[in-house]
């Protein structure tokens, strides 16, 4: 397959494309377009995300304030409104440096047998948040906000689409190996998605701890059922 | 099996348990308590859950205000405020409200075919919202502040225990006439509220009128793995 690759500088944005489909278009972040940090400068924007990631740990999405941010930063408000106009685009560029986090991850997942890549990928997807129960209390939020706020809608669209197109790539990967059944890979990627989905909304709204661990079991028995039921 | 139902009226709960196992929970609705409305005489419980259920869908969780709820009562602030303190008190009483509907339609199904009880279970949890999108953004808003309001906490888990009760009950029917293998009830139960849930936030988030189709499918799917797959 032939892939190609277009950055638009404008937007910040790349797209991944074969002939005509669109595989893959995301948001180039800040962290990735400034210098590589060294101890004596180190890069603002990363700073502020950790710092936005305290702040939401200790005070919620609801209270959240560019202050209180800057609070956590150790600077002015005015040296947060130097690199981020509102709230809304500085929780904007955090979701991408979450969705960043999560590919460093993922990146780090070296085995290329199928069966085992689709594990270790669920188990980032369910195994890992549960040690992040407060970051999944300030996602939901920021999703309810969603049907008014298309910053955050485009970011969890694309952190979404990310997610569907790793596991379509694995799943597809199985099914010309010969380890998996011939199925409809969107439709499994989308039902894996509403798994991981439910799991973390029920993990914020029952406080469950067990939550993720059922989901994982439940995303388990689904690829089983789906992927490797038909010898 | 022996229940016994117990009525605590000052709290205005009723608890249905089994020896010492606790079945089942509830809120003892204001409409329950009412008496019945005449034409003349309208109930004002009723009245002013609707006019929520319009406020709701009109501005959102987030810009609703007592007064805006009066509005759509056609009476003034101290007309509401007569029958529920605070804002909250109110959506606490509509969530109720809402469980209330959903038990008005479960009870319409008169099949006790276990099978088709399961299968029209599953339709009134993810196939009726379809047509309800802004209720699902309003209770996604009082979802993600569960970590903040203990009353919606509480309602949500009592909405939540009594629809996997529904489920564990149809699944340990049909159990118990072979019609299903014999699997952790309970297991299966969260793992279908898994689905609902991941299904109904996505609905929100991602605005797919194909999120709950997916889901209905994906639950399908895995009863049929889980209950009948065994044979």
Do not use: C, W
Not at 72 to 81: C, D, I, L, N, R
Not at 205 to 219: I, N, P, Y
């Amino acid at each position: 397959m032939h892939v190609d690759v277009y950055i638009d500088a404008r937007p910040k944005r790349y797209y991944l494309t074969s002939g005509s489909k669109l595989l893959f278009a995301a948001h180039i972040s800040t962290r990735t377009m400034a210098d590589t940090p060294t101890e004596s400068d180190p890069d603002p924007h990363e700073e502020i995300m950790r710092a936005t990631y305290r702040a939401l740990r200790e005070h919620g999405y609801a209270d959240l304030t560019i202050q209180r941010i800057a609070d956590e930063y150790g600077k002015s408000t005015a040296a947060v409104h130097y690199h981020y106009d509102t709230k809304d685009d500085l929780l904007t560029a955090f979701l991408d440096y979450i969705l960043d986090q999560f590919k460093d991850t993922v990146h780090e997942v070296e085995t290329t047998d199928p069966e085992q890549r689709l594990e270790l990928l669920l188990d980032k997807l369910l195994v890992d948040p549960t040690d992040h129960q407060d970051l999944l209390v300030a996602i939901l939020e920021m999703r309810s906000q969603v049907p008014y706020n298309d910053q955050f809608r485009e970011r969890f669209q694309q952190n979404d689409e990310y997610v569907q197109y790793l596991l379509r790539t694995v799943i597809d990967q199985g099914i010309k190996t010969g380890v998996f059944d011939d199925v409809d890979t969107d439709h499994v990627a989308q039902a894996l998605m509403i798994i991981v989905d439910g799991a973390r909304t029920r993990a914020v709204v029952f406080d469950e701890e067990d939550s993720l661990e059922t989901a994982r079991q439940t995303a388990a028995e689904y690829v089983t059922a789906a992927l490797v039921a038909d010898d």
